[in-house]
């Protein structure tokens, strides 16, 4: 029987905890079909692999027999998760739950766009991990796969590797420790929600127990990333490095905007970059050669990516998207990481935190950054 799914929910302060002796994806895959051929949800969100060896897909899933197929938390993002469900939830709610595997920044990424009417939490039943990160995709095509596999740790993501974040906090129902202070013996699951505690009690083939609270069981492990983030912040070009420094950040760009088409809130209809108050006339190009010498071309790449990076700093939940799909290698997520830490420390604001925190350029206050303005 469906059951409809509010965000609002309190959640549980207990640390219920369900238990398995099969593998996370197996015991995840089982949950899936259960609540499917239950009926307890319409279909599932959720990473399949395609035909193509060593490519990925989100997929919506309503037939059970399918879920066979999904990989549950493998470390690859194809597409940001937040992004693809703004797509099915934008214009209007779910009218049917389901449920979808999301990982932290995908679930911090998706409420940043739910509080500016891109997507709706509502009807989710969101089943989350501690995220050990992923591996860029451009990896995952080579001929060694199986060794960049085999040693995953030291092939995630930058992004990943400084994360700090890899505990979900908030709006997800169920957590699966996957990164965590040792390698888990077994499966083990959060139960964060009444709706999750509902679906536990039909799931007879898990053990339920209590147990610490789950920061706790990856407490080393953040210890490790906040170290390199701290590595990172200090090595990535500030703004007293001057504008120099960021031209040679960027001295490869090509333009191409992905990293724009990659990010899970770079959602304007109409990118002002797009439009002719921001594009260069071939006149204006020509002249400036002849002005100072020589010009590049594609022209505005600092200008673009300036102009992103002030607009998205604030909300910005580090996921390391834009630096995977950019096809000169340009490390985009640190140098955005390195602003969004900056900004969001100075507006006090963490992203995706809450429903119930405005997005700092949506309200006014009258006193605010007076230590930095004046």
């Known amino acids: 029987m469906n059951f409809m799914i509010s965000k609002t929910e309190t959640r549980n302060s207990g640390n219920s905890i369900l238990v398995s002796d099969e593998s996370v994806q197996d015991s995840l895959r089982r949950i899936l079909k259960h609540l499917l051929v239950t009926g307890q949800v319409d279909s599932v969100f959720a990473l399949r692999r395609t035909k193509q060896e060593g490519r990925f897909c989100y997929s919506l899933i309503s037939d059970h027999e399918l879920i066979d197929e999904v990989l549950p938390f493998y470390p690859v993002m194809p597409v940001q998760g937040a992004k693809a469900l703004s797509e099915l939830t934008t214009t209007e709610t779910l009218h049917k739950p389901v449920a979808a595997l999301l990982r932290p920044c995908e679930i911090r990424a998706f409420v940043e766009n739910a509080k500016r009417s891109q997507g709706s939490l509502d009807n989710l039943f969101i089943i989350s991990c501690t995220c050990p990160g992923v591996i860029p995709s451009s990896r995952l095509l080579m001929e060694d796969r199986e060794a960049v596999l085999s040693e995953h740790g030291e092939n995630i993501r930058n992004a990943c590797r400084t994360c700090t974040e890899f505990v979900p906090e908030a709006y997800a129902d169920m957590t699966v420790v996957i990164a965590s202070n040792t390698t888990p013996e077994n499966c083990r699951i959060f139960l964060h929600t009444e709706k999750a505690r509902i679906i536990a009690d039909g799931l007879s083939t898990f053990t339920p127990e209590a147990g610490a609270p789950l920061k706790e069981t990856a407490a080393d492990l953040l210890k490790v990333r906040q170290l390199n983030r701290e590595n ?46 921001t594009q ?7 002249s400036e050669a002849e002005r100072r010498g020589a010009i590049r071309v594609p022209s505005g790449t600092i200008q673009f990516q300036l102009g992103r990076l002030m607009h998205i700093s604030p909300s910005c939940v580090s996921c390391g998207q834009c630096s995977d799909v950019c096809p000169v290698d340009i490390p985009v997520s640190d140098i955005f990481t390195r602003a969004a830490h900056l900004v969001q420390s100075a507006l006090d604001y963490i992203p995706g935190k809450s429903l119930d925190d405005d997005p700092p350029m949506s309200t006014y206050i009258e006193h605010e950054l007076q230590d930095i303005t004046d």
């Not at 001295?251 to 109409?270: D, F, K, M, Q, Y």
Request: glycine share 4%.
């Open 232 to 277: 990172l912040l200090a090595e990535t070009p500030a703004v007293k490095d001057g504008l120099d420094s960021l031209i040679n950040f960027f001295s490869t760009c090509i333009n191409c905007r992905g990293c724009r088409e990659a990010c899970p809130l770079c959602h304007c209809v109409l990118c002002d970059y797009e439009t002719a108050r």
């Open 280 to 286: 260069h006339s071939p006149e204006l190009i020509r």
